[in-house]
């Protein structure tokens, strides 16, 4: 069984001609020579190419330039923008979508991933691409005594802490970094060198709704686009942008889970939300996973590189909207609502209490958390350092890794808040006001406000206890990981 199983997307490697097995890159269809790499991509993603006076730019993937709508030529227009790679940086910011940019000039190359790396990459040995099973096996590495200790401190569909993987050999580049091929090694970027001004929740939907319009049009352009559905604030507002975008031709769904035994809001507001606004709404219940599958996803990710509960979602709405593209609303949740700090101020953060976010029980993790923490101070990037554990660690690992599932067996999974210039106008928006999901219902009154008729899901028992006070939510933090920890294994 190989990766040929299934019909990836978002998929590539960047290296030097003959520096990877050919075996090994038959999963790629395409091929191109990059400055001195080549560049190997699936058949399915569009790869938008530009060259002048010796440089090279390639948007791998969907983008838009968020102020302008326009997608077409924006290699060439990047190119024409920017004189070096921090000029790439800076062009980037108006981008947004799913896509990574790769940039040549003067023997070097470098790339850069999109505002949260949906579309992950890991680099080692002079090589990038979606895949650590490949490095690991063109150089048959072994993994790490220590970093695989921390890897097996936490459930699979946890993440690693900062930058790594199993392998010291192998690291995961991080949103606000780039990566320099020649050296090998990543860099931080900053998105704010002065403090944030604060802005209400108003004024940021004011900025950025017009740029989640044109995400939303461009993905719309391409795709047959499915809009999840719960009884939350996030899916609505997705649900809105699509609402206002295509009227009553909205096709969106719900994946049963079992907590909606106890529960049934988040599986009843959607239909009486679809009833209302006279759109398509399908139910869905989970699927059986093939022993095919599985061995394929294994021969891609590793047995032990991915969450299987991740595996077993993305196989059932694969086999329901493979026609199309899904929707997704992490970014709106944790930046949007800051769902993962809520108001807790910044110099409570820690390695200890980031450690409790990652979901790892060992002290490597903490020691990894700080490396990241000290990485950000010495940057002296001014975004709060809550906002950018959100974007770096939470959007750019924990849900990447959701990501590079989906892409693994096909699916189209996109986000159409997915820009650093809609993110850090949210970053500086008032956290009390973000919270209480001001932020969501200001972008839905822009929008469509019709939407807002039918009542929110609300939160119950324990997790509506630990959200009732800022001292409570910060000691829950704990209290629930050492509970958690008690019980691992």
Known sequence: ?????????????????????????????????????????????????????????????????????????????????????????????????????????????????????SVPLFYGNGVCTCYTRLIAQNFE?????????????????????????????????????????????????????????????????????????????????????????????????????????????????????????????????????????????????????????KAAMDDLLEADGYSPEAFLLALTLYEHFSDGAILEGDILGQIGKNSLHRNIPARLASPSYFRCKIHNFSEGAKHCMKEWMDDVKASYEQVNIMDLFSVENRLGVWAANTHLVRNGIGLVNLNVFNSRSIIYVWTAADKKERMKSMLHIELIKIICPDVLHVPFGQDKGLMKFAKSSVPIFYFSTFLKYYIQKRNFR
């Open 1 to 117: 069984m190989n990766g040929n199983y299934f019909s990836s997307i978002f998929s590539f490697c960047l290296c030097k001609e003959g520096m990877v097995k050919g075996e090994l890159l038959e999963r790629f269809e395409i091929s191109r020579r990059f400055g001195d790499y080549i560049l190997y991509t699936d058949s399915r993603t569009p790869v938008d190419y530009a060259e002048s006076d010796g440089r090279e730019l390639a948007v791998f993937g969907y983008a838009v330039d968020v102020f302008s709508g326009k997608s077409d030529g924006l290699a060439k227009a990047m190119l024409d923008s920017a004189a070096d790679i921090d000029g790439v940086v800076k062009c980037e910011e108006k981008l947004g979508g799913k896509y990574v940019v790769f940039y040549a000039e003067n023997g070097k190359c470098f790339c850069l991933g999109d505002a949260t790396c």
């Open 141 to 293: 590495l072994e993994k790490d005594p220590y970093l695989r200790q921390i890897r097996d401190s936490g459930k699979l569909a946890q993440p690693m802490p900062y930058d790594t993987t199993p392998y010291k050999e192998i690291k995961r580049l991080l949103p606000n970094h780039y990566l320099d091929m020649d050296e090998c090694r990543s860099v931080r970027f900053i998105n704010s060198s002065v403090k944030q001004k604060r802005i209400t929740a108003k004024q940021a939907a004011d900025i950025t709704s017009p740029m989640v319009e044109n995400i939303t049009k461009m993905f719309d352009s391409k795709f047959k686009l499915y809009c999840p559905l719960t009884g939350g604030k996030d899916s609505r507002v997705i649900y809105a942008y699509l609402k206002n975008l295509s009227g009553e031709n909205v096709d969106s769904y719900t994946v049963w889970f079992d907590r909606f035994e106890a529960d049934g809001q988040d599986w009843d507001i959607p239909v009486e939300l679809a009833k209302q606004g006279k759109t398509s709404h399908k139910q869905v219940r989970f699927e059986i996973v093939s022993n095919d599958a």
